[in-house]
């Protein structure tokens, strides 16, 4: 399939890339790594008039420390992020699970803004973002602004940016010395998750002080697994206490009956793979 | 119509595209690089897999039906036909052949392209580091196991450590034939 | 030439066919551009049943770069219909096909509308301009559905979904006992229900055609495992003479099955060349080709078996539903039928009955896929086997050994009709059993049970055999097959010895060019490499019956033989009049003619190849040609068989099933290439993992095809298939002068199988009798809870 | 598939049957649709549904094929077809109101049988179901708070050209109507009584990604635009 025509522009400057997006009003799409797009536009699911492609700005690729935080421009490739000595340093979670996205060739073209702009339920990244409390900065004609991961996913593919915003930059909080662990379930390689687990945790004196859990795939948004965090608190760091605090996974989430899984057991994986992944976290 | 210009298995090309070209087509169609095929239309198959190279000049694996023409503006991309220029097999090209690593052949080339990219990251693969990393080329034909063998073995010779044995007998170097074209 | 050579059939030979393919200076249909050649794009059905009550081209038609659009009322009287080649029975209902649908579509994919436009683009951007009104009609998808009182009928002029049903009786048939005797004397009787999910063969090279009318020919370009079939078909339904029809299968990729099939694809596209007067390319999208292209298998499988409490098995039931689809292609109607004979397997089962239905659904149509008929045969008596032995208390292994047939019974005479000439089923799985560490893993498997694992270890068994090398004509005419089995092979000695080959074959990557090389190369004592090998080009290859069913070696093989045979005899008369003797005092070895006690006088192949072209000094009586050319018809099917073994890790928790090993040892008879054997071997060992474990082609009720593309029907990548470790045993085959016998469809045949029965072997003392395939993460998992709940209720 | 949702409004039922019947007040509770025609019995309309990469827009007709007054019953039929690829909806509706016994209060059910073919379906990941009972919900949703507001207030804004699935406060969609359990509705609701029930007969309830391509939504689009036409 060929997708229907339209016009494009490459844009050198984020201000460039609004104002494209504010001149082709609802008909705007934007372009980043194109690996969920372009399948997409292939199919004839959409057409749009313009496409803005950022693939010009070389200034939103790259990852930096800047006090506390990563931050990490949205045009980096996973392939960089899983890649980045400085990502496996400070935030080594994200760059294990855009290690897991797609296959070597989806890695290489994808980006990290892309991912999270896609919102896709079932993506990695958006729950990376969720469960370590990202910031996402973005610009639009007024300038940039930042939102929180929790704010940013809206609902199934639909987040808080505006259709003449981009997102630029993702930061987030410097994790160096956490345990973390993304499990992901798939039916096949090439599946997306069935069901993921991005789990982040602080072990202090045998105790968990701190766990971040957020879920894939559980939800139309990353959905943050607040009770097992809070079971978690303070709790010993024994494989009883994490398992106990696992079972409060799918608490809160309202995850799909689809090809790949039933509702019912996306909600068994999530408490089975949050154990996983928070044993694997706390290192036991 | 958008004018790009890149370079396709060392020859440079300028062209008018349609941006919604896919560079797929515009390989096959534009450049006659029919080497390169499309299998799918869902990035799923990896049949249509070219090395192109990224910001920084590195190539890299990509789907080919997964970017357009317009993306690839100012890149330089290597197609199965650019591999060994020469006319001499490229080390994953001959140990495709020696280890029956294909039957049909179409998947083939997007399979050869992409282990290419994979053992220029990692010079010295295992068999489980080489399937997950062909996760994104489906082959229908051989159960993949000669293909990690292939790669396994080209890996080796790449590295210069000699090559693996082969399933078959001593490697009769094939003669290339002339490309078929229809009149 | 006088250095006695290696024999070249049993070598290793690296593959003749791979040196474009991996420079990708290949010839797929869809690489080829012909002089003013058009584009056609296909408008297809959004419904599964509905009533075309308006279709308007003309705003597509007066679109840019568009040539021509056309709905199937514009062509009605000149598209042909499509052909089934197999009314299996007498009163079969088989419903008219036309290519582009007229008044209704009976399946979501079905063709109505065609454009055909400069380019490709050009033409997908007006086929969003065809206007076209559909009034749905009520679907029916569900087979059991389909066959009761009151359902929607998917070809109202037939009143009924019932397209036929086939009985074999041993007892009518006098090649065994009556079941219903066997029924009532049985001391165990084990009942199972068996689903063969539906699949789609996915070639990776989507299915493309060229139709080139210029040149006061027709030329067909069709990536098409049957050149021969399609060109007969082409001619007798179109009425377009057979000889002004040349049909080229050019470098195709794979086909399994799915481009066993005269396609309505190749029709339209026929009747849109014959509209513009120019050639016409079609190449389908893998979206298209996922509803348009035939699925396969899709049959329940109700089996009984009845048996002695000593295992020993009394009698086999057999009642099939198998859903035809919309429509039957081609051979749609007989594949069940191939798997009638294949259901009592390896065993000497004294009574035999075996039903099957055809049902029309509004579904895509069904036809062969690797194996066709034969894997579902095979799966429905290996799992069953397996139940029977945990009824009995029995490892599954002796269940078999107590109802094979033994080596030394060979040739037997099954309770199906068929006579198996040879096989030794002891030696092939003794030897799996010994690669595998049987004993060992036996043991482990205890261990695990007895700690309550949450991963537990099962070990799955397949002991296979199956029909190859179809067939004898005359047997395809007694089960009603439209055409014949035999194969056509040509030997052209050129005046410089090179060798030219012509066989009506059409390999889509089975390496026919080399392994019909080494045949060559032995039969006539040449260079492997001086034989060049010619097919799938009726212009070249005139006859040929094609490629399938693991027919080409076993059928097509032969004729090669004897066409060498038979070039030689020429040549031996050739040599014996240059070297002045009797033919009768010459022997034949290495490609030499030498005079028996006189080495030094003799003649090569070579030698009398020029001496022919030269025609200066030939016999009396003899032509100026060293060719010949032979048709075989065998007489009998082929056997191979062999026995699967497979080692799997079963996560209770998750369901996730982890094929740890998996061992093969197949006896494909003798071995021309056994490079090639094992690369089919592999091959269709993962395509049987992927039935067990991984695809499904899933319908909704309104007969939408929700696993629409790669992204939901799930092929397996190489992360998701195991290490095979493979072997064989080689027991000639007695029914040809090659011993050979068929591997193309093996490994499907015997893994899928071997997979199921090693999880529910994992899962017994869970209380798991069976797992629907595809074996999901879920389904184990569910598995598992609704026989632990049943215990607990029970 | 067949989809039933109920609620209840605080108004009576003659009241409720008046504002059902008013295609000017129920019609705008649709994001993205368009109502070309209404000649009484037949309609034609359009929506646009646009989620995520997918954009894809519907063209249709229907009629009212049966009014009830007596039984407070209404039945639509109506189809739809995807302006690109040929993929359609159909699907019929049957609205019934019922008086709560104290004659406060109405009952509102409706049944949806639908059928949606084409692309949505093939690349949908089979979760149509899911997803137009997601999308009958928010327009249920809607359609309760207009209810409830009874005959004698002013109807709402005109629908947005198209509109995102969730009302994001976004200038995306500055007058969509589909309120979501992600985003607070744009209007108040009136009745306590209505948001419990809403959320008990699951109308609230997430739906899912029909990923990667999400064109599960299209059949929202698709419910939707059936649902206009029940009202319209």
């Known amino acids: ?284 | 119509m958008a004018r790009i210009s890149l370079t396709v298995d060392g020859v440079t090309y300028t062209d008018d595209v349609a941006p919604r070209t896919l560079l797929a087509y515009y390989l096959r169609d534009q450049l006659g690089k029919v080497g390169t095929v499309i299998g799918c239309d869902t990035t799923n198959c990896g049949a249509c897999t070219v090395l192109m190279t990224d910001a920084d000049g590195v190539p890299r694996s990509v789907k080919s039906c997964a970017v357009l023409a317009v993306q690839a503006d100012g890149r330089g991309v290597t197609t199965i036909e650019g591999l060994a220029p020469d006319g001499d097999m490229h080390p994953m090209q001959r140990a495709f052949h020696e280890q029956h690593a294909l039957q049909c052949g179409f998947c083939t080339p997007g399979m050869i392209m992409s282990a290419v990219d994979l053992v220029a990251d990692n010079p010295d693969p295992t068999e489980d580091e080489v399937r997950e990393g062909l996760e994104g080329n489906l082959c229908r034909c051989t159960g993949y196991q000669n293909i990690v063998r292939a790669v396994v073995a080209a890996a080796a010779e790449m590295r210069g450590a000699g090559a693996a044995p082969s399933t078959a007998e001593a490697p009769a170097k094939p003669a290339p034939e002339p490309a078929e074209v229809a009149s | 030439m006088t250095a006695v050579a290696e024999p070249e059939i049993g070598r290793a030979r690296l593959r003749k066919e791979d040196a474009r393919l991996i420079t990708g200076r290949t010839r797929w249909t869809e690489n080829i551009a012909l002089p003013g050649m058009l584009h056609m794009a296909i408008l297809r059905s959004a419904h599964a049943h509905a009533r075309i009550s308006r279709v308007d081209v003309s705003a597509a038609a007066a679109a840019p770069n568009v040539v021509t659009a056309f709905s199937g009322s514009d062509v009605a009287e000149t598209q042909g219909t499509l052909a089934c080649a197999w009314p299996v029975t007498e009163d079969i209902v088989m419903p008219t096909y036309p290519p582009l649908a007229v008044t209704e579509v009976r399946h979501v994919g079905e063709p109505v509308a065609v454009v055909v436009a400069r380019d490709r683009a050009s033409a997908l951007d007006a086929l969003e301009l065809i206007d076209i009104d559909y009034e749905p009609l009520p679907v029916v998808r569900d087979m059991e559905a389909a066959l009761g009182e009151g359902s929607p009928l998917v070809h109202a002029d037939a009143g009924t979904n019932k397209s036929y049903t086939w009985i074999f009786d041993s007892a009518q048939a006098g090649s065994g006992g009556d079941v219903a005797a066997a029924a009532q004397e049985a001391e165990v009787t084990i009942k199972q229900r068996y689903v063969q999910q539906r699949l789609i063969p996915s070639s990776l090279e989507p299915r493309s055609v060229i139709v080139d009318p210029t040149s006061g020919d027709w030329t067909i370009y069709s990536a098409t495992q049957i050149p021969h079939i399609l060109r007969f078909l082409l001619a007798a339904t179109t009425g377009t003479p057979e000889h002004k029809i040349n049909v080229v299968a050019p470098d195709v990729g794979g086909g399994f099955g799915g481009k066993l099939a005269v396609t309505p694809e190749e029709w339209i596209a026929f009747a849109a060349a014959n509209r513009v007067g120019r050639p016409v390319k079609y190449t389908e999208s893998r979206s298209e080709t996922m509803v348009s292209a035939h699925h396969g298998r899709d049959v329940i499988q109700d089996i009984t078996l009845y048996a002695k409490r000593d295992g020993t098995v009394t009698g086999l039931d057999v009642k099939l539903t198998a859903n035809m689809g919309a429509y039957l292609g081609l051979v749609t109607p007989g594949v069940p039928i191939l798997g009638a004979f294949m259901y009592n397997a390896i065993y000497k089962f004294p009574a035999y009955r075996f039903e099957c239905t055809g049902v029309f659904t509004n579904t895509t149509k069904t036809d062969a896929y690797r194996g066709a008929g034969r894997p579902e045969a095979t799966y429905a008596i290996e799992r069953t086997m397996d139940e029977l032995a945990a009824e009995l208390g029995l490892d599954p292994i002796e269940v078999r050994r107590r109802n094979w047939i033994k080596h030394e019974e060979f040739p037997f005479t099954t309770v199906a009709t068929l006579t198996y000439d040879s096989g030794n089923y002891e030696a092939a799985t003794d030897k799996a059993m010994s690669l595998l560490g049987y004993a060992e893993l036996r043991a482990e498997q205890e261990a695990r049970r007895a700690a309550d694992d949450r991963v537990q270890l099962g070990i799955g068994i397949s002991t296979y055999t199956e029909m190859c090398g179809l067939a004898p004509s005359r047997v395809l005419g007694a089960l009603r097959y439209g055409a014949g089995g035999w194969e056509n092979a040509s030997v052209r000695m050129l005046p410089t010895g090179k060798v030219e080959v012509v066989t009506g074959t059409s390999p889509h990557g089975q390496g026919h060019v080399t392994a019909w090389s080494q045949i060559v190369a032995d039969r006539l004592g040449v260079p492997f490499e001086d034989v060049e090998v010619r097919h799938g080009d009726t212009r070249i290859a005139h006859k040929g019956l094609d490629t399938y069913g693991s027919r080409s070696l076993t059928v097509g093989g032969i004729a090669l033989v004897q066409a060498c045979d038979r070039v030689v005899e020429k040549a031996r008369t050739v040599a014996a009049h240059l070297l002045e003797c009797s033919t009768d005092d010459l022997e034949f070895a290495d490609g030499t003619f030498r005079v028996r006690g006189t080495p030094d006088a003799a003649k090569t192949m070579g030698d009398c190849a020029l001496a022919v072209f030269a025609a200066h000094n030939l016999p009396d009586g003899v032509e100026a040609t060293l060719d010949a050319d032979a048709t075989f018809d065998p007489q009998t099917f082929s056997f191979p068989h062999g026995t699967h073994l497979c080692a799997a890790d079963v996560d209770r928790e998750t369901g996730e099933v982890h094929i740890r090993r998996y061992v093969c040892v197949d006896d494909v008879g003798r071995v021309i290439n056994p490079m090639i054997v094992e690369g089919q071997v592999h091959g269709g060992v993962a395509q049987g993992i992927a039935q067990a474990l991984f695809e499904e082609a899933v319908y909704d009720a309104d007969g939408n095809l929700l696993t629409g593309s790669f992204v939901d029907y799930t092929i397996p990548s190489a992360v998701d298939l195991p290490t095979i470790e493979s072997d064989r045993t080689e027991t000639p085959a007695t029914s040809n002068p090659l011993g050979v016998k068929g591997v193309g469809e093996a490994g499907t045949i015997a893994s899928t199988p071997a997979v199921v029965n090693a999880i529910v072997d994992a899962l017994r003392p869970y209380g798991v009798r069976d797992v629907p395939m595809p074996c999901t993460p879920e389904r184990v998992w569910r598995a598992i809870r609704s026989a632990s709940s049943q215990e607990v209720t029970s | ?232």
């Open chain 1, 1 to 284: 399939m060929i997708p229907v025509a339209f016009d494009y522009v490459r844009p050198s400057t984020v201000e460039d890339a609004v104002s494209a997006l504010a001149n082709a009003g609802e008909e705007g799409k934007v372009l980043a790594g194109g690996q969920s797009l372009l399948p997409v536009l292939r199919l004839r699911l959409a057409a749009p008039s313009v496409l803005v492609d950022l693939g010009g700005l070389a200034q939103l690729r790259g990852a930096r420390v800047d006090g506390d935080r990563l931050a990490v421009g949205a045009m980096t490739t996973h392939a960089e992020v899983a890649g980045s000595d400085v990502v496996r340093a400070e935030v080594p979670l994200l760059a294990a699970a855009a290690a897991r996205i797609g296959d070597r060739q989806v890695r290489h073209l994808g980006t990290l803004g892309g991912a999270l702009a896609h919102a896709d339920p079932s993506g990695d990244l958006p729950t990376v973002a969720v469960a370590l409390d990202a910031e996402l900065v973005v610009a639009g004609p007024g300038g940039r602004r930042s939102i929180p991961a929790a704010e940013f996913f809206r609902d199934l593919f639909t987040t808080a940016l505006g259709p003449d915003e981009v997102l630029v930059e993702v930061r987030l909080p410097r994790l160096a010395g956490w345990g973390y662990r993304y499990e992901k379930f798939q039916r096949t390689a090439q599946a997306w998750a069935t069901v993921g687990v991005a789990a982040a945790v602080r072990r202090e004196n045998g105790s968990i002080a701190e766990a971040r859990v957020a879920l894939t795939n559980m939800g139309p948004t990353p959905v943050r697994a607040v009770a097992v965090e809070r079971a978690l608190a303070g709790a010993d760091a024994s494989a009883d206490a994490l398992a106990a605090a696992a079972e409060h996974a799918a608490e809160g989430a309202s995850p799909a009956s689809d090809l790949a899984a039933s509702a019912e057991y996306r909600e068994h994986l999530a408490r089975v793979l949050t154990r996983r992944a928070l044993t694997a976290a706390a290192g036991l």
């Open chain 4, 1 to 232: 598939m067949q989809m039933e949702h109920a609620f209840t409004v605080p108004v009576p039922v003659a009241q409720a049957w008046d504002v059902l019947l008013d295609v000017e007040r129920v019609a705008p509770c649709m994001p993205g649709a368009t109502l070309t025609s209404f000649d009484g019995e037949a309609f034609e309309g359009t929506v646009r549904v646009k989620l995520g990469p997918v954009s894809m827009t519907y063209k249709g007709r229907g009629r009212f094929a049966s009014t009830d007054e007596a039984n407070r019953q209404v039945v639509i039929e109506a189809s739809g077809r995807d302006s690109r690829g040929g993929g359609t909806a159909a699907a019929t509706a049957t609205a019934n109101l019922q008086s709560t016994e104290d004659g406060a209060a109405t009952r509102v059910t409706i049944v949806t049988d639908l059928a949606v073919t084409g692309r949505p379906a093939q690349f949908g990941r089979g979760m149509i179901a899911d997803v137009g009972g997601r999308l009958l919900g928010q327009f249920a949703d809607c359609l309760a708070t207009t209810l409830a507001e009874g005959s004698g207030s002013p109807p709402p804004a005109e629908p947005a050209a198209e509109a995102p699935i969730a009302a994001a406060p976004s200038p995306a969609a500055p007058a969509a109507e589909a309120p979501t359990a992600a985003a607070p509705p744009a209007r108040p609701r009136r009745s306590a009584d209505a948001i419990d029930l809403l959320q008990v007969t699951g109308i609230s309830a997430m739906a899912r990604k029909a990923a990667p391509y999400v064109i599960g939504f299209v059949v929202g689009g698709l419910v939707t635009w059936a649902l206009i036409s029940l009202f319209g």
